[in-house]
């Protein structure tokens, strides 16, 4: 007789403030920056071996950050699936209230010109130029508190 077991063999948890993760010919790392900040950094090829895996790794650790950044400056391959990947990272953001900036290499810039000619995606010009973009953002949010007196309010 065959013994048979329910194995869990993926732990969505992140237990500390950096994560890392081969898949295929890249790495993925994650940097909590501050409590609502996080930054995932991809080095190496995103192709159609690991796009998919790059669009989950980011949607996995968003959870309860409010913005991204999204360096992909050490990429040395971007295929068409690595578009595929930003514009699921992208919908996603959308859908829960994520601000985001990307940052790229060449061959990242190169796809874009080509798939995203209306730059529709948040593509940065470096690292600074990101990180003002999304502390402006964050800037212009303006948190409402509810008070058991007067209800909603901005804080």
């Not at 898949?23 to 796009?51: H, K, L, Q």
């Not at 895996?53 to 699936?81: I, K, N, T, W």
């Not at 953001?93 to 529709?120: G, K, M």
């Amino acid at each position: 007789m065959v013994a048979i077991r329910t194995e869990r063999i993926f732990a969505p948890s992140i237990s500390s403030d950096e994560d890392q993760t081969r898949c295929g010919a890249a790495i993925f790392a994650t940097r909590t920056c501050s409590p609502n900040r996080i930054a995932v950094a991809v080095v190496g090829e995103v192709d159609a071996v690991n796009g998919r895996e790059l669009a989950r790794y980011v949607e996995r650790h968003l959870r309860v950050s409010r913005q991204l950044v999204l360096d992909l400056r050490a990429v040395d391959f971007f295929g068409s699936q690595g578009f595929t990947a930003l514009y699921y990272i992208s919908v996603h953001c959308t859908r829960s209230d994520v601000d985001w900036a990307i940052v790229a290499s060449p061959p990242v810039r190169r796809l874009l010109s080509i798939c995203d000619p209306e730059s529709e995606l948040p593509l940065a010009d470096d690292l600074t130029a990101a990180l003002a973009r999304l502390d402006r953002r964050a800037q212009r949010h303006t948190p409402f508190v509810w008070s058991a007196r007067s209800g909603w309010r901005t804080g």
